[in-house]
């Protein structure tokens, strides 16, 4: 069974097809998937971007109520998990969780380590380094990004409000998105993509050993058969003339073997012949 | 230099033997591939686990070993290596070539892990490496297998003719 040629044949190809398409559908999901988070991360920076921008003035003014107002009605948006202010020294100014305020951030964490891995924190940083990916305590996966608030002139200068000009960093805006829709969009991909990658190679292997089947495995069963047979005769009716190769075998194979009849016959009747001549010499 | 230009022929029990050698050698060969496949096995093991059990690089590491390539120029180069891998298997399956199964895949494939690794993607990438190793070292131990059996067979068939003949020429004795 195993060395048949059907075998020999079938095997190299569907293992060889399946590797490939099964290779390809896991790089491309990988790709896509990470496409699809770098796209999220983005969409989550451009977010806090525009809280920073939108608390821009109250910070200017030190109206710290406004600024509260402002990062808790931002903070109860649907799919934001937290929202949060720290000052330079990772001490929670504000949050859409009033119980978080007044805390001291943990610098070692991921999304803090970025900057604050040497002895001197980095005042820039890569915007890959500024996203982290997480499961909360509410075991929601959650996808963050840390905004700076850089030092400006007008911070530096203002008379009610003063921060010195070598400070570069006043805070860090972090806030984290739910990434429950980007998971179930990935989950529906894959299964996209495992119908999509099932049906590919049932098409291709199944076409395959479809086509080897009617123009080869078939007609060399026949062949076979006629082959074995004791009393090999009228079997170019048994093999049609339209499998090629196949069909001109069978006919050189009929040639042979009337070949080999005639020879036969020939061979008998020289041995006949000579059995009557010596007969005739034996009476004579 | 071969028996028939010294002109002496072995003996049926020296020829016996060496069929029989022959095919010890030849079963041996036919399991290699099976071997390959049982060594990148083990060294995805460690791949897989690879968040338990390597700790993260330090800063300082990343540093020396400088940027890493982009998952998806990683991803490319294991789609075109594993193309051409399976062309080339395929190819050696097509002209019947006795080259034995290459060991080298598996150092490829742990270049590839140790790529996605640095880059921080390996286990989003685990699984697209292991199915590479495994289509190539399967298509390479299946040639094998099939070649080898091949081989056994014609042996076998020469050792029974030769053993025939051992048995006449006893008769005859």
Redesign the interface.
């Known amino acids: 069974m195993?060395?048949s040629i059907a075998t020999?044949t079938i095997?190299?190809v569907g293992?060889?097809v399946?590797?490939?398409v099964?290779?390809?559908c896991?790089?491309l999901y990988?790709?896509m998937?990470?496409d699809m988070i770098d796209d999220a991360a983005q969409s989550g920076r451009n977010i806090a971007n525009t809280v920073v921008l939108s608390t821009r003035y109250a910070m200017l003014h030190n109206d710290r109520q406004h600024l509260g107002s402002i990062i808790a009605n931002i903070g109860q948006h649907q799919g934001v998990e937290h929202l949060r202010v720290f000052n330079h020294n990772g001490v929670i100014t504000f949050s859409r969780n009033q119980t978080e305020i007044g805390q001291q951030v943990n610098k070692k964490v991921e999304g803090c380590s970025g900057c604050h891995?040497?002895e001197k924190p980095a005042e820039q940083l890569a915007a890959v380094k500024q996203t982290r990916r997480f499961t909360n305590e509410r075991g929601v996966q959650v996808l963050a990004m840390t905004q700076p608030i850089y030092n400006e002139p007008s911070c530096s200068t203002t008379s009610c409000h003063y921060h010195s000009p070598s400070q570069k960093v006043l805070g860090m805006l972090d806030i984290g998105l739910d990434q429950g829709p980007l998971q179930n969009s990935l989950a529906l991909m894959r299964y996209r993509m495992i119908v999509f990658t099932l049906m590919t190679l049932v098409l291709t292997v199944g076409g395959v050993a479809a086509l080897l089947n009617r123009s080869f495995f078939v007609p060399l069963k026949k062949l076979l058969a006629i082959t074995s047979d004791e009393k090999p005769c009228d079997f170019e009716q048994q093999l049609e003339s339209g499998y090629g190769e196949l069909s001109i075998l069978a006919r050189n194979y009929q040639r042979i073997v009337a070949r080999l009849n005639d020879t036969r016959e020939a061979l008998a009747r020289c041995r006949n012949c000579s059995k009557e001549k010596d007969d005739t010499d034996d009476n004579g | 230099m071969s028996n028939q230009e010294t002109g002496s022929t072995p003996s049926h029990e020296t020829q016996r033997a060496a069929l029989l050698e022959s095919i010890r050698r030849l079963r041996t060969r036919s399991h290699q591939g099976l071997w390959a496949i049982a060594a990148f096995a083990c060294t995805s093991i460690p791949a897989m686990l690879s968040d338990q059990i390597f700790p993260p690089l330090t800063p300082a590491v990343k540093k020396m070993l400088g940027t890493p390539p982009s998952s998806n120029m990683i991803s490319a180069l294991l789609v075109v290596y594993a193309f051409s891998a399976i062309l080339l298997v395929l190819g050696r399956i097509t002209n019947g070539s006795p080259k034995m199964v290459s060991f080298s895949h598996i150092g490829y494939l742990i270049c590839f892990y140790a790529f996605y690794f640095f880059s921080g993607v390996l286990p989003e990438n685990f699984w697209a490496v292991l199915a590479t190793g495994m289509t190539i070292l399967s298509l390479e131990s299946y040639h094998i297998w099939t070649l080898s059996s091949a081989k056994i067979k014609e042996e076998e068939e020469a050792l029974a003719i030769l053993e025939r003949r051992m048995g006449q020429e006893k008769k005859q004795g």
């Open positions: 195993l060395q020999r095997v190299p293992l060889a399946t590797g490939f099964a290779i390809c896991l790089s990988s790709i998937k990470q891995s040497g």
